[in-house]
């Protein structure tokens, strides 16, 4: 992926129309799938008291994250290459705000925003394993911001049916077909010690790893997609359809 040349009217045309028929889209998606949440009902309680906190998400599930998300407003960091800046076209119009950087490009620059939103009373959205993987393997950013920020980390996924995976790309999208049932699912909070040392950081983002990956579990079963298929998402190798045809 290469970086959108800030000068060109031809890319940001791209991108504020592609932006917006994703925007249309999803909430298209959204507005004829039915909904349902498991093990929501603190996230929920927070949202409803304004009490800030931080959603993390692995990023092939997060298409329909922001039709989950109920709180008063929200932040999430995202790149600023091509896919990115459509994305962030995207979810603006969906009412989450938008820094820009990534654990490979900008970092420093997106974890002063995320903490500048904080301060402003926002919540925060994080994507472990984006930009670009290995697909459900937490980098440790997030774990950073909940010890600057003092905000417990709620570890999420959602599950679709009838969806499309797009197996062709890293983070395996998981994308609803219209008339979908989605299930959203949330597992205990995770609070890291503003003085945590570097093995307990450490710590917490193997348990945010593993919780990331049971709720991603729990959403499969819950609407019954295959366990192979949930087994290999969530241990990062290659589609189980792919493997079988190299093998050959």
């Known amino acids: 992926m290469r970086l959108i040349p800030r000068g060109s009217r ?18 298209f998606i959204a507005a004829t799938s039915r909904h349902r949440y498991l093990g929501a009902e603190e996230i929920l309680a927070r949202f409803d008291n304004h009490e800030q906190l931080i959603m993390a998400f692995w990023h092939g599930r997060m298409v329909m994250t922001p039709f989950g998300y109920k709180g008063p407003g929200a932040c999430i960091m995202n790149s600023r290459h091509r896919d990115g800046a459509l994305i962030s076209r995207a979810i603006e119009r969906l009412g989450v705000e938008v820094v820009h950087g990534s654990s490979s490009r900008g970092w420093v620059g997106g974890l002063k925003g995320m903490l500048a939103a904080a301060q402003r009373g926002c919540d925060l959205v994080v994507v472990p394993d984006g930009p670009r993987g290995p697909r459900c393997t937490a980098k440790g950013g997030v774990v950073q911001l909940a010890r600057a920020t003092g905000l417990p980390i709620y570890p999420c996924s959602t599950a679709s049916s009838p969806q499309r995976v797009v197996s062709k790309s890293w983070d395996w999208l998981c994308i609803p077909l219209p008339g979908a049932e989605i299930v959203y699912v949330v597992e205990e909070p995770i ?20 919780r990331l990956n049971h709720a991603t579990e729990r959403a499969d079963e819950a609407l019954g997609v295959a366990s192979e298929l949930t087994a290999e998402y969530t241990r990062g190798g290659p589609h189980p359809r792919r493997r079988r045809e190299e093998s050959v």
């Open 191 to 210: 609070r890291v010690a503003p003085d945590a040392s570097s093995d307990a950081m450490e710590e917490a983002r193997l348990e945010l790893e593993r």
């Open 10 to 27: 031809r890319e940001r045309f791209v991108v504020e129309a592609g932006g917006y028929l994703i925007h249309l889209l999803l909430r």
